[in-house]
T-cell receptor, first 117, second 110 residues
Framework: NAGVMQNPRHLVRRRGQEARLRCSPMKGHSHVYWYRQLPEEGLKFMVY????????ESGMPKERFSAEFPKEGPSILRIQQVVRGDSAAYFC???????????????FGEGSRLTVL | LAKTTQPISMDSYEGQEVNITCSHN???????ITWYQQFPSQGPRFIIQ???TKVTNEVASLFIPADRKSSTLSLPRVSLSDTAVYYCLVGEGNTDKLIFGTGTRLQVFP
């Protein structure tokens, strides 16, 4: 049973380009969370999605950032017109059909490291 | 909303017991408390989870007082390989967000 898969593991973009980060949750998991970790800092909540629904996006910047988790395929975190301050590690986590804060753990991927030149 | 806070760093020596406390005074009634370990350039790894009182597994114990506004991760007999950052993770009261604590950087010395 494969774990949470994130790709690309490393992504380099120039300022103004778009970055797309993908997350395939564990099999049978329908809840996905995205976190951002700036260099030498902690993990900051960005967004919580269930399939075809954004449940809580209060941690995402209002502009340039969007997330989706379609019925089929991976969850995607999209950053438009990247700036240097977007350079960070972006971690995805998944949990089974119940919300993780009720019971159960989050299973994390190894992250996607975005570098903006 | 109150932050979920932890000491910034702790030092220990091999073979000692380490206790790391997390303050989460906004935890909701139904929320579990989970602890994760993170090595550089890796994703967080699950250590232990609990709801109340004490939970023990093969690597750690978790102590949760009756009011559940804090929790303490206990690592018995740490080794050099336990050098990492440790995070607590709790729900943010009455929301669906899961919030990490500020993280504790544990350095284990020989």
């Amino acid at each position: 049973n494969a774990g949470v898969m994130q790709n690309p593991r490393h992504l380099v973009r120039r300022r103004g380009q778009e970055a797309r980060l993908r997350c395939s949750p564990m099999k049978g998991h329908s809840h996905v969370y995205w976190y951002r970790q700036l260099p030498e800092e902690g993990l900051k909540f960005m967004v919580y999605l269930q399939k075809e629904n954004i449940i809580d996006e209060s941690g995402m910047p209002k502009e340039r950032f969007s997330a989706e988790f379609p019925k089929e395929g991976p969850s995607i975190l999209r950053i438009q017109q990247v700036v240097r301050g977007d350079s960070a590690a972006y971690f995805c986590a998944s949990s089974p059909s119940w919300p993780a804060h009720m019971v159960g753990e989050l299973f994390f991927g190894e992250g996607s490291r975005l570098t903006v030149l | 909303l109150a932050k979920t806070t932890q000491p910034i760093s702790m030092d220990s020596y091999e073979g000692q017991e380490v206790n790391i406390t997390c303050s989460h005074n906004n935890i909701a009634t139904n929320d579990y408390i989970t602890w994760y370990q993170q090595f550089p350039s890796q994703g967080p790894r699950f250590i232990i989870q609990g709801y109340k009182t004490k939970v023990t597994n093969e690597v750690a114990s978790l102590f949760i007082p009756a009011d559940r506004k804090s929790s303490t991760l206990s690592l018995p007999r740490v080794s050099l390989s336990d050098t990492a950052v440790y995070y607590c993770l709790v729900g943010e009261g009455n929301t669906d967000k899961l919030i990490f604590g500020t993280g504790t950087r544990l350095q284990v010395f020989p």
